[in-house]
């Protein structure tokens, strides 16, 4: 879908507002157009929802995923001098582009647009990745999908199944929640400054048989002592829960001797529904 006039690209708005990276925030620009466009085809189809950037900086990924045709096109920016590179994109897609100088940490869906499901695309600052990751799923009901890119080692824990080094508390939490799907990896020299590490564009969407809010509380706070010393034991681990939590894993067939990095996905959500509620001071 294209622009109403030619958009700047996001090289042109960088040096045309003298704009440099804040690496505080977790800020790395990504130029490359094949890159940008292949990262909004993953987002598509955009057709019945609106989409949500988080972090556009300045606008690489937002003209791309305004040609792709967001709309519409949700900008939530922390740091206000991009404010003035974005407002060009807005001109350039009349009444698509609408930006929200604001933490998105702290930005409810239902308060952007009560009516459609959302798909959320970004490249996110690496320092607030996770946080924002694990503060959406309170929100799933308003989530068609994300198409999201994190540190390559964070999406390395996404993805990571049981018996391996990156299996821990955050594939379990993300997982139980959402289906993940690594889609390409991109090295540092992709950004402009470079990282210090490779990062990973990954596919999300909500499992039709996740959790409730009441299961996925219980799931926290099992897995935050369960993986709280990741090499003892459960029996270790979990004692202080309470003897009926361990009685309850042999029932599902796991030994107290296992570590919780052996422990299947489907096994702590089992685990999870069969216990009475934990109080937060026991986890």
Not at 75 to 84: N, T
Not at 175 to 190: I, K, M, N, S, T
Not at 255 to 261: G, K, L
Request: charge should be positive; charged fraction near 25%; aromatic fraction near 6%.
């Amino acid at each position: 879908m294209s622009a109403s006039r030619v958009a700047p690209r996001p090289a042109e708005l960088v040096h045309r507002h003298r704009l440099v990276a804040d690496r505080r925030l977790g800020q790395h620009f990504l130029y490359d157009p094949a890159i940008l466009e292949r990262i909004a085809a993953a987002a598509a189809p955009f057709g019945g929802v609106a989409t949500l950037e988080v972090g556009p900086g300045p606008g690489g990924l937002t003209r791309a995923l305004l040609e792709a045709g967001a709309d519409p096109l949700w900008a939530i920016e922390r740091d206000p001098r991009f404010v003035a590179a974005l407002r060009e994109l807005d001109s350039a897609y009349p009444g698509r582009l609408r930006l929200v100088t604001a933490d998105a940490r702290l930005v409810p869906l239902a308060s952007l647009d009560p009516a459609r499901p959302f798909v959320i695309v970004a490249n996110l600052p690496f320092n607030v990745g996770t946080e924002l990751l694990l503060g959406w799923l309170d929100q799933l009901d308003r989530i068609a999908r994300f198409v999201l890119m994190f540190q390559k080692e964070v999406a390395d824990r996404l993805v990571a199944r049981p018996h391996s080094a990156d299996y821990g508390r955050l594939s379990v939490l993300v997982q139980a929640c959402l289906r993940v799907e690594r889609l390409f990896d991109l090295a540092p020299g992709a950004f402009q400054p470079p990282p210090k590490v490779a990062a990973s564009v990954v596919r999300l969407e909500p499992r039709p048989d996740r959790p409730n809010a009441m299961v996925r509380a219980q799931l926290e706070r099992l897995t935050a002592v369960a993986f709280g010393r990741r090499r003892k034991m459960l029996r270790a681990n979990l004692r202080r829960l309470g003897p009926e939590v361990l009685e309850r894993l042999a029932a599902l067939g796991v030994s107290p001797t296992a570590r919780a990095e052996e422990v299947e996905v489907a096994t702590w959500l089992a685990l999870a529904r069969s216990l009475p509620p934990l109080s937060r001071a026991s986890a």
